[in-house]
């Protein structure tokens, strides 16, 4: 029973200062909310506007432009430094933006289970294998409805070991490490108090688009899903880092071919051999991670923010339309009209 006196019109001066302070909370967490998405949204802008500015700087100068045209090691060697450059200044810059309650700067621990985080890994894995062959489906499915053809961006050939080392830098070992730190440690991070699925989607959503072509943007999507929940319930970006490493080190298995004589058909064996391995390798270790019971459960959401609010909130705000605009422009470019 309340201290208030009888009201005959049934107003409660108790109910209504409750119902009026939990306004004021679902409107401050639906600012913050919005800023967090607004800074993942800068990020990409961040990294669009550092890599472009950083080539134009490089191929102004006399002579770079001509020799990053005719000397491959010179162009994967630029390749290298441009997106280090890029994806780590994005990063750093939207993580000094973030508020102090996006606590831990890059989670460089190991895993507190190890046992869970090499149960996943092959998993993780098999998740980018299903992903790959859904993106290629989807893509045949589209070429033979609408009549275009996706491509992508080429990469140029290594002929020579000193280039095969560039070129796996450049398509395996910077994605799986900077691609890991800016898109998990920071984006997913940022969005955990929103509930673990949505970051880990979220995150997987950025991650997606930031790729540009659609022969790898959906790909990216499911692999994003796959390694951002690696990364919440292992809590450590090592375990994505592996996963990341491991599938694009195999895209690259035809490279060797060109540099050490090797056939096609011993390549396509290699990839056969490493697709049976993760196939096997990631349902066994699938099933005896799904029913153990001291697997980790997913965060759920600490606010009052419904889904719909997070949804509108994230993609609906002007650095993120703008930087959706800029990829459909990207994309658009690896689209073939027939």
């Known amino acids: 029973m309340n201290n208030y006196p009888y009201n005959p019109y049934g107003y409660n001066p108790q109910q209504y200062q409750e119902e009026y302070r939990k306004i004021q909370v ?15 949204a800068l990020g990409i802008i961040l990294f669009v506007l550092i890599s472009t500015i950083l ?35 994005a990063y750093l810059i ?19 289970n190890k046992k869970h985080a090499l149960l996943l890994i092959p998993f993780g894995v098999l998740s980018c294998l299903a992903g790959a062959y859904l993106t290629s489906y989807m893509n045949t499915a589209l070429e033979e409805v609408f009549d275009v053809s996706f491509t992508m961006p080429d990469l140029p050939e290594p002929k020579t070991p000193v280039e095969l080392l560039l070129y796996l830098t ?52 499911v692999a994003g899903i796959a390694i951002g929940y690696v990364y919440v319930v292992t809590g450590s970006i090592w375990p994505g880092v592996a996963i990341h490493f491991i599938n694009n080190f195999a895209s690259c298995i035809t490279s060797f071919g060109s540099v050490f004589s090797i056939s096609e058909d011993a390549t396509n064996l ?69």
Not at 60 to 71: C, Q, R, V, W
Not at 95 to 112: S, T, Y
Not at 274 to 291: D, K, L, N, R
Not at 317 to 334: D, R
């Open 170 to 221: 450049s398509c395996v070992f910077v994605p799986c490490i900077f691609e890991e730190i800016a898109l998990r440690a920071g984006a997913l991070q940022a969005m955990r108090k929103y509930g673990d699925w949505f970051a880990i989607v979220s995150s997987a959503f950025v991650f997606a688009i930031l790729h540009g072509n659609m022969v790898q943007t959906p790909f990216a999507f």
């Open 26 to 40: 679902n409107s401050r967490e639906k600012r913050e909310f919005r800023k967090r998405s607004m800074l993942i």
């Open 94 to 112: 939207v993580r000094l933006l973030m508020d102090r309650k996006h606590e831990g700067f890059i989670p460089l621990a190991l895993p507190e």
């Open 55 to 89: 080539w134009l700087i490089l191929s102004g100068a006399k002579g770079l432009s001509e020799l990053y045209t005719a000397n491959s090691t010179f162009s994967l060697s630029i390749d290298i430094m441009l997106t280090v450059a890029s994806l780590f200044g």
């Open 270 to 338: 290699i990839y056969a051999i490493y697709m049976g391995v993760f196939v096997v390798a990631g349902t066994v270790c699938f099933i005896i991670y799904v029913f153990d019971k001291k697997k980790p459960a997913l965060n759920k959401d600490t606010t009052s923010l419904k889904l719909s609010q997070k949804l509108t909130g994230f993609v609906f705000n002007i650095p993120m339309i703008i930087a959706l605009l800029y990829m459909g422009f990207v994309t658009s470019q690896y689209i073939n009209w027939n």
